[in-house]
């Protein structure tokens, strides 16, 4: 079955790989419903772009993902959903015991908790319309640690527990869920650590890419929006109709480590 038509709800999609996500599924014909917490005169341009490039439907609805009650308006609002991307995330980077507790608490709810309150809302419509593809971008940080990242491993591993309970609770369906664990990708979230790792080891920003930044990635190299917004629509399409409740490594070969 061909994804066209098809209409995909993806949080957190206004920016880095989430749009990419947008773009790649608007121009395989995928009705899209972008989302963030904002709701700006670029927020709504940024729906009328891809629907002009695309010939797709595309629209933006607002939904803060830190609050139950929106990430499950948020499907209710886009009346269909029968592609799922749980994309919206954050970062905060401290030791546990210096970790502050508001910013733990958003990393769970917006990492973690909204993809159950999704998942939870849009299921319901999947069994209805007889198809549907849950995927969840965790990270690398869903398989591997690494310091000073508590809450983000901690909600990224929760994800990945989460998405390979869903594949059995849909195994016996024509859904699938699936979780992608992205290695480094260029976006804002990580474009924003950049300064602070180089002034916190003392070395210039490319040494910081490098030296600390890549250090975990055997490629060397950044995993692109591309890469990820093309694993994505592998997963919707029905190559994959028997891949459920696993996980998908995009990282340069971290996870092999
Ligand atoms: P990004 O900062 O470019 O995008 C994050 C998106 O989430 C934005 O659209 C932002 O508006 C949205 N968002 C943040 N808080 C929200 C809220 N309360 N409600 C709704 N939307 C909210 O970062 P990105 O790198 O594109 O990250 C996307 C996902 O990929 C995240 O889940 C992130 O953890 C994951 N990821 C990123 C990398 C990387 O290296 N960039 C690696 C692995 C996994």
Known sequence: MSV????????????????????????????????????????????????????????????????????????????????????????????IDEFPQDKWDAIIAINMNSAFHTTAAALPL?????????????????????????????AKHGVVGMTKTVGLETAKEPITCNAVCPGYVLTPLVEAQIPDTAKQYGISEDAAIEEVILAKQPSKEFVTVEQLAGTVLYLCSDAAAQVTGTTISVDGGWSAQ
Not at 40 to 57: C, F, K, P, V, W
Not at 68 to 88: M, S, T, V
Not at 128 to 134: L, Q, T, V
């Open 4 to 95: 066209k038509g098809k209409t995909a709800v993806i949080t957190g999609s206004n920016s880095g790989i989430g749009l990419g996500i947008a773009e790649e599924l608007a121009r395989a014909g995928v009705n899209v419903v972008l989302n963030s917490f904002t709701d700006s005169d670029e927020d709504h341009a940024l729906a009328r772009r891809i629907a002009e490039e695309t010939g797709s439907q595309v629209r933006y609805i607002k939904a803060d993902m830190s609050k139950p009650e929106e990430c499950r308006a948020l499907i209710g609002q886009a009346g269909a959903c029968d592609i799922l991307i749980n994309n919206a995330g954050i970062q905060h980077v401290a030791p």
């Open 126 to 154: 999947m069994r209805e319309a007889g198809w549907g593809r849950i995927v969840n971008i965790a990270s690398a940080h869903g398989l591997r640690a690494s310091p000073y990242k508590a809450a983000y491993v901690t």
